[in-house]
C-alpha cells in the first residue's frame, strides 16, 4: 500500500514526529544518479538528498499512489520507528539473534553488487545493482511487515517492481516461478561458517514465488528505507518485499533470480516444512503448530518494550489486491 501525505488519516498519534515530517517529504523518488550519490560522498548517502521539490513530480507521485487504492483496512500504519527497523532484524548469515545482524553485518561489501536474472527468459543477462539504481525510478511504499515469529512493524521502502523489473528479461512461457538467491560469502557472513550462530540453515538462502505473485504490484524489489540506501541488516544492497506474506519470503542481498517451470526449494520450508510453507500467505485462521498467527507485537514508537498487540490481517491487509490469485487452493493445505 503507498500511503501519501492525503493519508495522514492513516497515521495515528503515535507516529508524530520524526516519522511525520518524513512522510511530508515527497515520495516518489525518481532520477537517483550515482555520480550525484558518489558525489555527496559515497553510495551510502540518504537518497532523498537528491530529490528536487519539482511540484509536478509530486502530482505524478499522488496519482500514482491513488492507483494503489489508498484502502489500509484494519489497524492503522503507524510507522514503526527507524532505529527499530534497523536494530532489529533477522537474517540468520550474521546470527539469529535480532541484534546480531546491525552488529555483525556492518563490513558487508555492497558495492558493486551484480545481480544475475537467467532461467526461463529470452534474455538472461547481469545487472550492476547501484547502475540499475542510478538507471530506475525509484518509489516509495509503506507496507505492513508480518514476521512469522508474530510480530510486525509498518516500513517505508524505497524500491521498483519486481514485475516490471522482470519484464526487461523477457520470461518465456515456461516461466511459471521465480527463485531468489542469497550471497553465499562465509569470508563475510559468519552465520555461513559457524552452523550454530547461522541458525543450521544450508545456505545460500534461497526463496521463490509464483510468476503471478511476482507480476503483482504490491511485489517490489526495495534498495532503501526511510529514504535512505538499506543498511546491510535489512539486506543491502537489494531484497524483496512481498508484503501480504510472512517476512521470511522477504529474501536479503540478492545475487541471483532464476525463472523456472518447477516450484524452486525455499529455506524455511526446507528446514521445517510442517510449519513453514512456500505460499507463507499471512493467516490468522491458521496457526504456525508452535504458536497462534490471530495476533501479532506491532514494533511502533515509544519505549523499546512498547509493543501494540493487535488482529493479524488476512493477507496482511492487502487482500483485495491478491486474494484473488489463490481463489481455487485450500490455504489450510497450501500454507
Ligand atoms: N537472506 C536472508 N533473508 C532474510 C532472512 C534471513 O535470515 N536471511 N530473514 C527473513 C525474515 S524471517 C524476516 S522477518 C525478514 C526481516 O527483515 P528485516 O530485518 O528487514 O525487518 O527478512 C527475511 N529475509
Ligand atoms: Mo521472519
Not at 540468520?92 to 558487508?108: H, I, V, W
Not at 523489473?165 to 553465499?184: C, D, G, I, N
Not at 526463496?207 to 529514504?227: F, K
Request: charged fraction near 20%.
Amino acid at each position: 500500500m503507498l500511503i501519501k501525505t492525503k493519508k495522514r488519516g492513516d497515521l495515528t498519534e503515535g507516529s508524530v514526529t520524526p516519522e511525520t515530517a518524513y512522510l511530508n517529504r515527497r515520495t516518489l523518488l525518481k532520477g537517483i544518479g550515482l555520480g550525484g550519490m558518489l558525489a555527496a560522498g559515497g553510495a551510502h548517502a540518504g537518497l532523498l538528498d537528491f530529490l528536487s521539490p519539482d511540484s509536478e513530480e509530486r502530482e505524478t507521485a499522488e496519482r500514482k499512489a491513488l492507483q494503489f487504492s489508498p484502502h489500509s483496512p484494519g489497524p492503522s500504519l503507524t510507522l514503526t520507528p527507524e532505529a527499530k527497523a534497523i536494530n532489529h532484524n533477522n537474517f540468520y548469515e550474521f546470527g539469529t539473534s535480532k541484534t546480531d545482524p546491525a552488529r555483525n553485518s556492518q563490513s558487508l561489501k555492497v558495492e558493486p553488487w551484480t545481480l544475475t536474472v537467467e532461467g526461463e527468459v529470452a534474455k538472461p543477462g547481469k545487472v550492476d545493482v547501484w547502475q540499475l539504481m542510478a538507471g530506475s525510478q525509484l518509489e516509495e511504499r509503506i507496507y505492513r511487515m508480518r514476521c512469522v515469529e508474530a510480530w510486525s512493524m509498518v516500513i517505508p521502502w524505497i524500491g521498483f517492481e519486481l514485475g516490471k523489473f522482470l519484464q526487461r528479461f523477457e520470461p518465456t512461457s515456461r516461466a511459471k516461478y521465480v527463485a531468489f538467491e542469497t550471497l553465499y560469502d562465509p569470508g563475510q557472513m559468519p552465520g555461513q561458517k559457524d552452523r550454530y550462530l547461522g541458525g543450521g540453515i544450508d545456505y545460500p538462502y534461497v526463496e521463490g514465488l509464483r510468476i503471478d505473485e511476482a507480476m503483482n504490484p504490491l511485489t517490489i524489489l526495495t534498495v532503501g528505507l526511510y529514504g535512505k540506501t538499506l543498511p546491510p541488516q535489512n539486506g543491502a544492497p537489494i531484497r524483496l518485499v512481498v508484503p501480504w506474506k510472512y517476512g521470511f519470503k522477504g529474501i536479503k542481498s540478492i545475487v541471483k533470480i532464476r525463472l523456472l517451470e518447477k516450484m524452486p526449494p525455499t529455506t524455511w520450508n526446507i528446514l521445517a516444512p510442517n510449519e513453514y510453507g512456500f505460499y507463507a500467505n499471512v493467516n490468522p485462521a491458521v496457526d504456525h503448530p508452535r504458536w497462534s498467527q490471530a495476533t501479532e507485537r506491532f514494533i511502533g514508537p515509544g519505549g523499546p518494550l512498547s509493543v501494540t498487540r493487535q488482529e493479524t490481517l488476512s493477507f496482511n491487509g492487502y487482500g483485495d489486491q491478491v486474494a484473488s490469485l489463490y481463489s481455487q487452493m485450500n490455504l489450510r493445505k497450501y500454507f
